[in-house]
């Protein structure tokens, strides 16, 4: 007998690949610009895009402020005067049509919804991105819902983001729930504090730190899938 009926799947570096189509897109819209594409640059992306999903997770900036200001700073350290609006609309586009799954994500989606569970993705990021890229791959057939932060107007980890997928998917009884994710604390401490059972995915290794402890932890994403069937 399956543990869980319902399941809650973050998107990015949970069943897509993002590092690649992060990878890929940002030098598709640097070189499209004209700036320079080398591991200075590539870093410093990564560095001001991180800080500033941080702040989003910690509620301190918006999405539409978030993915504009990236690259006006990124402009800055670069010495560039493109529109940054312009730069990120076009690195959106340029993201939204990479659909790359991590080994496994479809073969997880099948055996879960074949199992009878009903499936949900639950992630933040820009919305027309992740319906792009979903639309792309052939997990669409799986997921009963979608939940973006970008289209609900609540970020992961709020309660509120929580409360409203699960009153839209309308099950009672939170004990047969269960929120996939990478994320520390939009997928662990978020599905945690809205009193959900947790599979914290962690390919790499690594360990929660002590205020944090997710009901499950999986190397791989047949590990999940074996923990959600009981097997």
Not at 153 to 167: C, D, I, M
């Amino acid at each position: 007998m399956r543990r869980y009926d319902i399941v809650l799947l973050d998107a990015d570096n949970t069943l897509f690949d993002f590092n690649a189509a992060e990878e890929t897109s940002l030098e598709a819209v640097l070189r499209e610009f004209g700036w320079p594409w080398n591991g200075e640059s590539r870093g410093a992306y990564l560095e001001i895009n991180r800080a500033l999903w941080t702040a989003f997770d910690r509620g301190e900036v918006e999405e539409d402020f978030l993915t504009v200001e990236r690259f006006r700073r990124l402009g800055e350290r670069l010495g560039r005067t493109d529109d940054p609006a312009e730069v990120n609309r076009r690195y959106l586009d340029h993201l939204g049509a990479c659909a790359v799954l991590l080994p496994g994500a479809e073969e997880l989606c099948r055996t879960l919804h074949g199992a009878g569970c009903r499936l949900a993705l639950a992630t933040n990021g820009v919305a027309r991105v992740q319906r792009s890229r979903l639309a792309a791959s052939p997990l669409s057939p799986f997921l009963e819902r979608l939940f973006i932060s970008g289209e609900m107007g609540k970020r992961k980890p709020e309660p509120a983001f929580f409360r409203a997928a699960l009153s839209a998917l309308g099950a009672e009884d939170l004990g047969r729930y269960v929120m996939v994710g990478d994320g520390l604390g939009s997928d662990v401490r978020g599905g945690l504090d809205a009193g959900l059972d947790v599979i914290w995915f962690a390919p790499g290794g690594g360990s929660a730190p002590p205020d944090l402890t997710p009901t499950y932890t999986a190397r791989s994403l047949g590990e999940i899938g074996r923990i959600i069937c009981n097997r």
